[in-house]
Each structure stands twice: as C-alpha cells, then as structure tokens.
Nanobody
Framework: QVQLEESGGGLVQAGGSLRLSCVNSRRTFIYYSTGWFRQAPGKEREFVAGIAWSGGRTSVADSVKGRFTISRDNAKNTVYLQMDKLKPEDTAVYYC??????????????????WGQGTQVTVSS
C-alpha cells in the first residue's frame, strides 16, 4: 500500500507563496506519475498539476499556469508544488495522488490509485 503525506499548507496573503510537499516512504513511489489536485468548498475536485515518474514531463492547469510549478526529487521520494502569486481563488484543500500504471501525468482523478489526506491552503485578500 502506498501512503502519501502532504505538508506545507497554511494561511498566506494574496500574492504570497507556499511550497507543498508530497512524500512517501516506499521506494516504489518514484516510479509513479504524481498529480496535485484541489477541492474548494462546494466544488468538485480539480486537477492542478502532474509530473511523470521520471520528472521529464509535466502538465499544469491553465488556471495556475505561470504561477505554480511541479517538480520531484526521487532521491527524497518527494514531489513538490511551488505556488507563487497566490490568489484567494486558490483557497482549497490540496491533495497529491499517485498513478502506478501510466508514465505520463493524467488530468483525470479517476486515473490515480493512491491519495493523500490533503493539506489546507487559505489565501486571504
């Protein structure tokens, strides 16, 4: 079983930055494509960014393009989401997810096999 743990969320003012981390202790995690999703109150979960297991291919949602960057450090079994120029509409619970089957990051949440518990990001105006 792959257990993912997110950290790095918090309260930040608009225009500020946060870096989220997703870590898993099992070495097999480095072979999984990983995605970040978010869910705001009353809204459906939406794709934010994804990265291939090798780190060679990434995908970023249009709503965060130019502000968010996804990366991974396989030596540390960790995937990061750097969030800059945050806006109040970025407020949500952020989840990382791992896809054990596909080499490229997927935007559909149903493609992912393992999920973390989420970390709250709140952006004040």
């Amino acid at each position: 079983q792959v257990q993912l743990e997110e950290s790095g969320g918090g309260l930040v003012q608009a225009g500020g930055s946060l870096r989220l981390s997703c870590v898993n202790s099992r070495r097999t995690f480095i072979y999984y494509s990983t995605g970040w999703f978010r869910q705001a109150p009353g809204k459906e979960r939406e794709f934010v960014a994804g990265i291939a297991w090798s780190g060679g291919r990434t995908s970023v949602a249009d709503s965060v393009k130019g502000r968010f960057t996804i990366s991974r450090d396989n030596a540390k079994n960790t995937v990061y989401l750097q969030m800059d120029k945050l806006k109040p509409e970025d407020t949500a619970v952020y989840y990382c997810a791992a896809d054990k089957a596909r080499r490229s990051p997927q935007t559909d949440a149903l493609s992912y096999d393992y999920w973390g518990q989420g970390t709250q990001v709140t952006v004040s105006s």
